[in-house]
């Protein structure tokens, strides 16, 4: 599976952006889409998931009713949609792939795309 991450900038606090995670090559019905982050001096943490089918979310408390993760199954594309970012959003965020559903919320997950950088100014 290869990901593309897209989509960040740099966006006042109180503003929104859409990060767009494009896959391609061998996919799975078992798989999961998860988008992490990671600050500066930070772990890597799971921000949000989705299962291949669309029909299983996960979200993190820090960012549930303030995140959304979709997908269209035409362009095989896993948005994020993010509303109300606030500073200690600022963070890389990357989009990985869990080919079998076995990570949880776990850093285990099978592939992952290069990270796009989200900053959010107070």
């Known amino acids: 599976v290869q990901l593309q991450a897209s989509g960040g900038g740099l966006v006042q606090a109180g503003g929104s952006l859409r990060l767009s995670c494009a896959a391609s090559g061998r996919t799975a019905n078992s798989m999961v889409i998860g988008w992490f982050r990671q600050a500066p001096g930070k772990e890597r943490e799971l921000v949000a998931a989705?299962?291949?089918?669309?029909?299983?979310?996960y979200y993190a408390h820090s960012v549930k009713d303030r995140f959304t993760i979709f997908r269209d199954n035409a362009k095989n594309t896993v948005y994020l949609q993010m509303i109300g970012l606030k500073y200690e959003d600022t963070a890389v965020y990357y989009c990985a792939a869990d080919l079998y559903n076995k990570a949880g919320t776990t850093h285990e997950y099978d592939y992952w795309g290069q990270g796009t950088q989200v900053t959010v100014s107070s």
């Open positions: 989705i299962s291949w089918s669309g029909s299983s979310f």
